[in-house]
């Protein structure tokens, strides 16, 4: 049985690992059967996804997982854009030089696309905490989470993924960053950003899960 924030974090995870797919529907009794819960601490974890944009209420038929649109796929992936680099540089100026030699552990990565996933949410959420800044920390480490969803929904149709092409781009801000070479650090991440936006968006237009455009 689980706990009233563990089916909030349950349900989440589901959501972003795409266990359940954007587009699923979703009824409060049958989530409080599998998680042997009420249906009180179901329906509060709802509607907090829901304010994340994760979870669509459907009036008297429940809840939906919320489809991607392109469009919202592009804001974060643009909030990202302005977040990360300034995380990078705040780690840069403040992290201490045992935070940035951790981040050895990302020169390496061997394994298959799953696991390449969860690689890449480790290290740039890593980058989010060498940052020192708790709260900019929180945010991208939220949009990471989120980032995921696309990349799982896009990879069967990804074109160009190469993860060790994208290994060495870590590697190289790696590099950059323990030689506290700011300028340069900056330019890679937005870069390794920028690319991911070209990689990923068009393999989303694709997807049959995917609306055009959010309603307004």
């Given at each position: 049985m689980l706990l009233r924030e563990n089916i909030y974090?349950?349900?989440?995870?589901?959501i972003l690992a795409c266990r359940l797919a954007p587009g699923d529907e979703m009824r409060e009794q049958e989530l409080a059967e599998l998680y042997e819960v009420s249906r009180q601490p179901v329906r509060d974890a709802l509607l907090r996804l829901q304010r994340e944009h994760l979870v669509t209420v459907q009036p008297r038929q429940g809840y939906r997982v919320t489809p991607i649109s392109l469009s919202d796929a592009r804001d974060l992936l643009r909030f990202r854009l302005a977040l990360e680099p300034a995380c990078v540089a705040e780690a840069i100026e403040r992290a201490p030089d045992s935070v940035l030699k951790s981040l050895d552990e990302?020169?390496?990565f061997a394994g298959n696309h799953e696991d390449f996933i969860?690689?890449?949410?480790?290290?740039?959420?890593?980058l989010a905490h060498a940052s020192g800044n708790r709260r900019m920390a929180t945010a991208l480490c939220d949009l990471i989470g989120q980032a995921d969803r696309l990349v799982r929904v896009s990879v069967s149709n990804l074109k160009g993924h190469d993860p060790a092409k994208l290994v060495a781009e870590h590697v190289a801000l790696i590099d950059a960053m323990q030689s506290r070479e700011t300028r340069t650090a900056a330019r890679i991440i937005k870069a390794h950003i920028g690319a991911t936006e070209k990689r990923v968006l068009p393999a989303l237009?694709?997807?049959?899960v995917i609306v055009e455009e959010r309603s307004s």
């Open positions: 974090d349950q349900l989440r995870s589901d990302f020169r390496r969860a690689y890449n949410r480790g290290f740039h959420t890593a237009r694709r997807n049959a």
